[in-house]
């Protein structure tokens, strides 16, 4: 047996958290079995469902670089095939035409309610034989009354459902247009899928699922129904703790195999183990080992795991990742240093590529002021000569590298009798604006001569002006 999974978005929002750690478990089930992945779009919600949503979830996927082998496919353009497979129950009897109108319906669930019984359709239009004259119905399926339906989910274990608590569900509504858990039901059978995997809140759908592939003559799949993802707090997920599009991760300043690597263990793990490449992921991931409880996020856990696809990654993947930042806030990057050469300076301490490209606005754009704690701390009065004797060293040196840099910075503040901070602290602000900055000696090097030296003298302006 091939395995094919599926990941069935509805466009009715952005690609959240959940989501994404969903079509990252079918992606790695299908890939670590040599199958098939296939991406499907579940769009029969016409009022909720966008194209921006729509397309929200192919960038989200595709940042991700969660590539499907078949797909996207869209249920909107399959409402013929839905109408023929429901057209073909109706003549197996497996289905049939409802005409309960709905002040019918309602009143049935109250006089059900009164009686403190669940409310359910009571089957009433199951054998009925004529039609009922102006009245277009629905069609309903014909779940069987007796018996269970046994869900042996790969997650969860074995879940069983009575079959009298299942309520013959409408699969095609009296406008024609096809219900969800029908398009999934046909959807599921033509993709061949052998595997669902999906969130529990999915769970209660499942026994009706089932039990339309049993009427249509196919065997349901493999089913495993994932924990849901919790705050930090253990409360449901919201957009306060991060419940957000993928791409707003992106935004945020992460890369998207820390992304992966954080998804892959909210609910799966292998033995300690903290940091998976791609490969490992596929090779070590099995559904079976998915925990049965919900996981909650933690952010720390994902900054430090960005810190350390920072520190590793490779320099021209990174180069460009800084770039699109850089460009996102305004900058121009061809009036700076070598990108690559700035993500060597700053991959050390740099937790998301945000703050990286907040903190390299000084090496493309002139510094239009100080910032004012670390000016009033550090441009004062009783430094300036030390900065001018440093000056003077600065344009007298042949090789503007950080290696001499750095010896010159520590020759000069041992001649001064300084501790190496005392002029490397106001020589930062002086040159960045503020008080942080990759190391002196690197920071220097990236600017280069002619911009260190003048935005020295405009440090000494600063003090000349202010006293501070």
């Known amino acids: ?151 042996e989910d790969a997650v969860k274990g074995r879940v069983v459902f009575d079959n009298h608590e299942l309520d013959d569900l409408i699969i095609v509504r009296s406008d024609g247009n096809p219900t969800y858990n029908f398009c999934v039901v046909v959807d599921d059978m033509d993709m061949r899928i052998t595997h669902v995997i999906r969130g529990d809140d999915h769970l209660n759908n499942t026994p009706r699922q089932m039990n339309i592939l049993k009427a249509l003559g196919v065997t349901p799949p493999q089913y495993a129904h994932l924990p849901m993802i919790l705050g930090p707090d253990g409360t449901k997920l919201s957009k306060r703790h991060g419940a957000v599009s993928v791409m707003q991760y992106r935004e945020d300043g992460y890369l998207p195999e820390a992304v992966l690597n954080y998804l892959v263990r909210l609910g799966w793990s292998h ?37 350390h696809y920072i520190k590793t990654g490779d320099l021209k993947r990174l180069a460009d990742e800084l770039r699109w930042h850089l460009e996102r806030i305004g900058v121009d990057v ?20 945000k703050e ?46 950080a290696p001499a840099l750095h010896d010159v910075l520590n020759q000069t503040a041992e001649g001064l009798g300084l501790k190496l901070g005392k002029l490397a602290q106001p020589l930062r602000v002086a040159v960045s604006g503020g008080g942080v900055s990759p190391p002196i000696d690197a920071t220097l090097e990236l600017l280069g001569r002619e911009r260190t030296l003048a935005r020295l003298d405009r440090a000494l302006a600063h003090i000349g002006r202010h006293g501070g």
């Open 1 to 151: 047996m091939t395995v094919r999974t599926r990941f069935a978005p509805s466009p009715t929002g952005y690609l959240h958290i959940g989501g994404a750690r969903t079509a990252l478990f079918c992606w790695l089930y299908s890939h670590h079995h040599r199958g098939s992945f296939i991406l499907r779009i579940e769009d029969t919600d016409r009022e909720r469902s966008t194209d921006a949503a729509v397309q929200a979830i192919l960038d989200g996927m595709a940042w991700l670089d969660l590539k499907a082998d078949e797909g996207p496919f869209y249920q909107t353009q399959r409402f013929d095939r839905y109408r023929e497979v429901a057209q073909g129950m109706l003549q197996a009897g497996s289905a049939y035409h409802c005409y309960c109108s709905k002040e019918e319906l309602e009143a049935m669930r109250a006089e059900q309610m009164a009686r403190k019984e669940k409310p359910r359709y009571d089957g009433r239009c199951r054998d009925r034989k004529q039609p009922v004259p102006g009245v277009t119905p629905v069609i309903r399926f014909k779940n069987p009354q007796d018996g269970q339906t046994v869900v």
């Open 271 to 307: 033995g300690d183990q903290e940091v998976f490449s791609r490969d490992e992921m596929i090779e070590l991931f099995d559904i079976k080992d998915v925990n049965t409880s919900a996981s909650a996020i933690n952010p720390q856990k994902l900054l430090w795991l960005n810190q």
């Open 334 to 353: 061809s009036r700076g240093p070598s990108l690559e050469d700035l993500v060597r300076a700053q991959q050390e301490r740099a937790k998301t590529f």
């Open 356 to 401: 990286m490209a907040e903190g390299s606005r000084f090496f493309f754009e002139d510094i239009k002021g100080y910032d004012p704690q670390a000016a009033a701390k550090n441009l004062t009065p009783d430094v300036a000569p030390a900065l001018m004797t440093l000056r003077e060293r600065l344009v007298a040196l042949p090789e503007w590298s």
